[in-house]
């Protein structure tokens, strides 16, 4: 019987346990921090070993195979060990997909892989495909392998999750975007961040299909040095393409295996320059699996949208709230600001993961009217943005930067979230910041 350690008791590490002990291995899970109550039932449950508060080196180290979760770095010692050992630690992706002959669509980019992930699956759902969602989004992809039986599923892939790929293929990738991010555990070489991000092609054939941004910097680089069996797909917002997805009037024009679709733009329900590329990724994904076009059309036109992603929260005395959370980087920020239409305070802080602020200089300067800070430390923001923002003010939570923010603005204004940094400092997780954000908006009335 195979042994295989699970490291980490969370979503990924669970459900990898629980699909291993149906293949018959002999499974043990180990988590450094305690492991939540409903994960530990479930354990219980199905009668998996497993321990909480440390790891017990000599039992990892025991392993045939170890499964570790994508918050767990490479250069842990106990990491660095049981690959001096030649001991196989892979992704959960990498463990599941060997157990599936389903269609994999693999979304990975810096920004906008939620929403792209959640239109392609809320397309092929509407085109009453039978399909599950899974990766970094939903139920665990292991536990979703081992109990039901999904023909299709559309994987929201980090590069953390890349990292532990070896024969991973999904028949459809995509790429949105590559913009630096997550650094810190890349040796702040963008380099290596790109080449974790293009691990979602390296076991592609020619029988599969590689979607990317064609305007995207490191992604064209990537192409151009090194090569990928797929077929490229490109899209783009800025020219007329022969073949992929570009815009045409005011008009999105795919253009994929002699098929043309085009979809007016004001049909789209997600606004943004960003949201239009995600429609067109999700769009040609949708055509690449014989979905009609009829139903890509009105699926994309019925899209409520993802949460805490530029959600518009509510008005209050005449100024809109918007909570995109989930904007952890600087590039997500970008296209938020972008959107922004109307004058706005805009709430921004948190842990930084070595984040430049000056590519939103010329977007704060014409769009921002005050800026609160939600962060522990806000020193590199303040530097930034003094001179170019009159009012900067720190708060030390979300129901304190609501209140000053409803003070700041005035009527048709926005007050926007979009922090650019993560969320431990002051939350739990982006989540926790986005529904502390709603709940202080909803008690200003």
């Excluded at 028949?171 to 040796?187: F, K, M, Q």
């Excluded at 024009?253 to 098929?259: L, S």
């Excluded at 049909?267 to 055509?287: C, D, F, I």
């Excluded at 020193?379 to 009159?390: A, H, L, P, Q, R």
Aim: charged share 25%; proline share 2%.
């Amino acid at each position: 019987m195979k042994k295989i350690v699970v490291l980490g008791g969370g979503e990924s590490g669970v459900g990898t346990a629980i699909l291993a002990k149906q293949k018959n291995y002999e499974v043990f899970v180990s988590d450094k921090g305690a492991i939540a109550d409903k994960y530990k039932k479930v354990l219980l449950h199905n009668e998996i070993d497993f321990e909480e508060n440390q790891h017990t080196e000599a039992k990892v180290l025991n392993a045939d195979l170890v499964m570790k979760s994508p918050g767990i770095p490479d250069k842990l010692a106990l990491i660095q060990k049981l690959k001096k050992m030649q001991i196989p630690v892979i992704s959960e992706i990498e463990f599941a997909s060997q157990f599936t002959d389903a269609t994999i669509i693999g979304i990975t980019g810096s920004n906008g892989k939620t929403t792209t992930t959640l239109l392609t699956h809320h397309v092929l759902k509407e085109a009453k495909l039978n399909v599950g969602i899974a990766g970094n989004i939903g139920d665990s992809f292991a536990q979703q392998v081992a109990e039901q039986n999904f023909e299709n599923y559309v994987l929201e892939l980090s590069s953390f999750q890349l990292d532990g790929v070896e024969k991973f293929r999904p028949h459809i990738a995509i790429i949105t975007n590559i913009t630096p991010d997550h650094l810190d555990r890349y040796e702040y070489d963008f380099k290596k961040y790109v080449a974790s991000k293009f691990r979602i092609t390296k076991n592609q054939t020619k029988e599969d299909y590689l979607i990317y941004d064609a305007e995207d910097e490191a992604i064209s680089q990537w192409l151009k040095e090194n090569k990928t069996e797929a077929q490229l797909i490109p899209f783009s917002i800025e020219r007329e393409l022969e073949y992929g997805a570009f815009i045409k009037g005011n008009n999105i024009i795919t253009k994929i295996n002699t098929e043309q679709f085009t979809m007016p733009l004001s049909n789209l329900t997600l606004q943004g320059k960003h949201n239009v590329k995600n429609a067109m990724a999700s769009a040609m994904s949708a055509q690449l699996l014989k979905v009609r076009k009829q139903t890509i059309k009105e699926s994309l036109s019925n899209f409520e949208g993802a949460e805490h992603r530029l959600e518009n929260v509510q008005k209050v005395k005449e100024v809109q709230y918007i909570n995109d959370s989930k904007a952890t980087n600087v590039n997500a920020t970008f296209y938020a600001l972008e959107c922004m239409d109307n004058p706005t305070v805009w709430i921004v802080g948190g842990v930084d993961k070595g984040n430049d602020y000056h590519d939103l200089l010329p977007l704060v300067r014409e769009k921002v009217k005050a800026i609160v800070c939600l962060g522990v430390d806000n020193k590199k923001i303040m530097e930034t943005f003094s001179n170019v923002v009159d009012m900067i003010i720190e708060t030390a939570g979300a129901e304190e930067a609501v209140k000053v923010s409803a003070k700041l603005a005035t009527k048709g204004d926005n007050v926007l979230l979009s922090p650019a940094c993560a969320s431990f400092d002051l939350f739990e997780n982006y989540e926790d910041r986005g529904r502390q954000f709603k709940k202080a908006v909803r008690s200003i009335l």
